[in-house]
């Protein structure tokens, strides 16, 4: 009885362990790790369907892609080079071949072959150094002597920045000197002290072409005024055609007045035939620094208005208080000191007092006499 009974177990868990089984099978069945016979051999395929490894499959093929496309370019590339190649070979036979019996076939033939390959290589976007560096050369030769590499907004901003409360004056200065015409003439007229020659002294350190400016005092001594209309000439024979040029004389009175017809003429009727002249494509801007007294300034100024039409004339405001104020201020700042309380009540003082004869002019002096360190 013992044993059948205990067969009898044998039997119930093999029938288990063979239910168990049956589920097992079915649940992986469902999960598709079960090949039929339907289905593609898994060993063809090398890789199951649903494991971690297809992202590495699809992974090496997009490698295996690239590698190919990266194959055909350089294929394409040894293709082009080689047909440039012999399109070159075979246009120096011709040219060989097209000269004179007898005649010296020399090894730079510059028409053919820069009209030929290069411009291919040019179409392609493949240029030679050198040729790139001539380009260069050109471009930055023709823009920097170009008159319209000027700037004047942006020199006149400078300008701004160091003469003070002459808007007006400065912007119709702007106008005048940035015309079209290839001669232009302005003078700047008013009482001293008060901007003029510091507009023209910022116009000339911001110039574009430095070795093209050249200033002159009217006020140096000299022998006679022959010696001064001589310096004047040299001026105008070293005029330069590459940008513009930039010619100052300062420190001219109301009855200098003649001298600016007299050295416009000489500029503009300079010796030679017309329409021969080499100075033809020249720029010249003429500034004329003149002072005018207080006391007779209307009169003067009325003087001034039988200049020719070629010469602007830009009149500079005479100053009062606040615009001393305002020159102490910025001298101040510039200079870097600072004034006891007596020494600046006292330099206002004389300032203002002489302010329609000298405007601002004695301020700088004054304070570096007078100021010390701001530590």
């Known amino acids: 009885m013992s044993t059948h009974r205990s067969s009898r177990v044998r039997h119930s868990d093999q029938v288990e362990t063979l239910k168990n089984m049956v589920d097992l099978c079915r649940r992986r069945s469902y999960a598709g790790d079960v090949v039929n ?9 090398g890789i199951l369907r649903n494991t971690s490894c297809r992202r590495h499959r ?9 590698h190919i496309l990266q194959g055909l370019t350089v294929l394409a590339a040894a293709v082009i080079i080689l047909a440039l190649l012999l399109f070159l070979a075979l246009e120096m036979a011709q040219n060989s071949v097209e000269s004179e019996p007898g005649q010296v076939v020399r090894k730079q033939q510059p028409q053919p072959e820069k009209s030929s390959w290069l411009d291919i290589l040019g179409f392609l976007g493949f240029e030679t150094q050198s040729e790139l560096q001539h380009k260069d050369q050109n471009r930055s030769g023709k823009d920097s002597c170009s008159p319209q590499a000027m700037d004047l907004e942006r020199i006149f901003r400078q300008v701004a920045r160091q003469v003070l409360n002459q808007e007006q004056a400065l912007a119709r200065m ?34 574009p072409w430095p070795a093209n400016v050249h200033a002159y005092s009217w006020s140096t001594q000299m022998a006679d005024e022959v010696g001064k209309f001589r310096m004047l000439r040299q001026f105008v024979d070293g005029l330069s055609d590459c940008g ?58 009325e003087l001034l208005q039988q200049l020719e039409s070629d010469t602007t004339i830009v009149s500079f405001r005479f100053f009062a208080t606040d615009d001393v104020l305002d020159c102490l201020d910025r001298e101040l700042k510039v200079q870097q000191l600072i004034l006891s309380p007596e020494n600046q009540a006292m330099i206002l003082e004389d300032a203002v007092a002489n302010v329609f004869d000298r405007g601002c002019k004695d301020l700088r002096l004054q304070i570096l006499r007078n100021g010390v360190p701001d530590l």
């Open 37 to 45: 016979d339907e289905e593609e051999d898994p060993r063809r395929r």
């Open 58 to 66: 699809e992974r090496l093929r997009s490698t295996r892609q690239t």
């Open 174 to 207: 702007e106008r005048a000197l940035a015309g079209s015409s290839r001669f232009r003439s302005v003078a700047l007229v008013g009482p001293p002290g008060v901007g003029k020659t510091l507009a023209a002294t910022v116009l000339r350190q911001e110039f």
């Open 244 to 301: 513009a040029n930039l010619l100052i004389i300062d420190n001219l009175t109301t009855c200098d007045h003649g001298l600016v017809p007299i050295f416009n003429k000489l500029i503009l009727e300079r010796e030679g035939e017309l329409g021969k002249r080499q100075w033809d494509n020249q720029t010249v801007l003429v500034v004329y620094v003149i002072n005018v007294e207080a006391d007779q300034y209307w009169e003067q100024y």
